[in-house]
């Protein structure tokens, strides 16, 4: 999954990895959210539903990308913005670097075999690539490139950029016993934000150096086995900047060669990332999408543009400049207004919504719902009053008691989205079919309700001093937060905590990763996925950021991920919502309600429900 807000998602953009989920990432309705698991699946380009790619029928494929009659890229620009946040580095998919922010650049400079439709539809990108499973026992896919899939430099992309992309997710013979999980002291060489690839496909991807071709062979059935292999970093940069000729890093994972792999970490974990406004040279950042970034084009803390590959083998980009700005949420409105930008798909709020109407007809509106949710989670760090071994249980259950969480939604999101009911679970949405299945099995309400003597009751048994600081961390600038956190102060004064509003530009930078923080408040941006959830909640993952450690989950997510059957699915995901419930992981609050708005002038505009943002088919859009 992806931040919202900024876990989580890249839309399959980078990353060969799954960092989506049913419960998680930047939302498409928020740019601070956060994608869960580790890339989303945004193969900017042409697609077709097909059989091997999880579509299913017309009704599957209406949610894919459309033929809009695109032949040649027309002269000009179109501009939009996810939010405040800056670029910060062309690999979108280090635990520092894995926004919205980024993600949805790098969406358009990457290609994938799959994306996510509008509605969390897994469609094929043909124009990229096939795939198809040949065997079952044990689960085997084969990938074929297209033969004209290049990178902007000209140089081919092959199973080396896939062979360095399962190797950065540290494998065993990089670092062992990380990806599996069996050594809970081992540390990552590579920063990579998934270990889905690694952890799931032990062998890595087979074939020869330079090949179009490659086999996948799972360690067991994995249900989200069309979202673990997407897109891929360059390897002939990665290898060049490591001082080795283009392929060696690729015949040194198929050797096992740790050392010369390894040599080049420093460079994958810290060599795409560049000051603020300082493009590096066009040879570091090849693109193997529709988009190149644009010599000159970045302005630190105001745009990025990206303009058309010429390279591009697929269906050309429609518009020859993609302007990246960066608005704070609370100006985007009067940024559309003023044509600043032309596309805009700010947080839904009583305002924005009453804002944007004011407009007329100029702007074309569009709401609905989305697969982002927002929710508090602890930090489970033994220095911290919600992680202590002997109290920390008690102290997490007193804070939740006195979290007015049905007055936020009511007072928050209600007038904007009159169905929203509290979200009670993590892996399942209020919408969805199962839900009610799952909580009956996994919550009892204790917590939907504010009950301050029994906050003040547990702070008391625990042997706590009062007032007991909280600091909530979020990304400065979002209103809805700031009204979350003040609604929460105020509930939670008399219980005796002090709540402290923490907001800080750079909260997922910086204190987020680096557990500076009591309660960490954002979204998880998902797109249906099943099994991106494990980053999140097991021990030593990914984005576990609050570095939560649980047997249960994880033995459940060993379970749930091993397979292909649906009723273990469901009956693992029961165990894991009443162990997070139950052991209070965090404390869920609701799904993001979704608004986009455009100049009623640009064409083919299509918001998204999933992590991937309104401009998730930006190659299209063409002003009349």
Known sequence: MKFQGTKASLGLVLGSALLLGACTSPDATDPDATATGGASATGSASASASASGGTDGDSAAAGCLQDVGITETKDGEVRYTAGPGDWSGYNSITNATYSTYNSVIAAHMFSSFVYFGTDGTICDNTDFGTYEVTSEDPLTIKYTINEDAVWSDGTPVSIN?????????????????????????????????????????????????????????????????????????????????????PGALAQAVLDRDADTVKSAATFWNEGWI??????????????????????????????????????????????????????????????????????????????????????????????????????????????????????????????????????????????????????????????????????????????????????????????????????????AGNQRRTETVAAIQASCKDAGFNVIDASAEDFFDNALVN????????????????????????????????????????????????????????????????????????IPLYAHPLVVAYDSTLQNVRGTATQDQVSWNAPQWVAQ
């Not at 007809?361 to 919600?386: C, M, P, Q």
């Not at 397979?563 to 992981?585: A, G, P, Y």
Request: contains cysteine; glycine residues 8%.
């Open 161 to 245: 950029d896939y062979l360095m992309e399962w190797a950065a997710q540290n494998p065993e013979f990089i670092a062992p016993g990380f990806a599996s999980g069996e050594d809970k002291e081992a540390s990552a060489v590579f920063d990579h934000v998934s270990t889905s690839f690694a952890q799931y496909v032990p062998e890595g991807p087979e074939g020869e150096v330079g090949s179009k071709e490659f086999t996948v062979t799972y360690s067991n059935p994995n249900p989200d086995y069309r979202i673990i292999v997407t897109s891929a970093l360059p390897e002939h940069v990665i290898a060049r900047e490591a001082g080795l000729e």
């Open 274 to 475: 560049f000051n603020p406004g300082e493009l590096p040279d066009p040879a570091l950042t090849p693109s193997s999408g529709p988009y190149v970034l644009k010599e000159g084009s970045w302005q630190a803390g105001n745009s990025l543009t990206l303009t058309a590959n010429e390279q591009y083998w697929g269906t050309p980009a429609a518009t020859r400049d993609l302007v990246f700005r960066f608005i704070d949420d609370a100006q985007q409105v009067q940024a559309l207004g003023n044509k600043d930008v032309q596309v805009i798909q700010p947080q839904a709020t009583v305002d924005t919504v009453g804002q944007l109407e004011a407009l007329g007809s100029a702007v074309t509106i569009e709401s609905g719902s989305s697969l982002t949710w927002e929710h508090l989670d602890f930090n489970f760090r033994e220095n911290n009053v919600f992680g202590n071994p002997d109290t920390g249980l008690q102290m997490r259950e007193a804070f939740a008691y006195c979290v007015p969480r049905q007055q936020i939604v009511d007072t928050l999101i209600k007038p904007i989205s009159p169905e929203t009911e509290l979200m009670n679970a993590r892996e399942v949405f209020p919408f969805q079919d199962n839900y009610d299945d799952v909580i009956g099995a996994s919550y009892d309400g204790r917590f939907d309700t504010v009950d301050v003597e029994k906050s003040k009751e547990l702070i008391a048994a625990a042997g706590v001093a009062t007032p007991v600081d909280v600091r909530i961390g979020y990304r």
């Open 515 to 586: 557990g500076d923080y009591e309660v960490a408040l954002f979204a998880w941006a998902g797109s249906g996925q099943i099994t991106s959830g494990e980053n999140i909640y097991a021990t030593n993952k990914g984005q576990n950021y609050g570095e939560y450690s649980n047997e249960t989950v994880d033995a459940a997510w060993a379970e749930l991920v091993a397979t292909l059957d649906e009723e273990v699915h469901v009956e693992q995901t029961k165990i894991i919502e009443k162990e997070l419930w139950d052991s209070l992981f965090g």
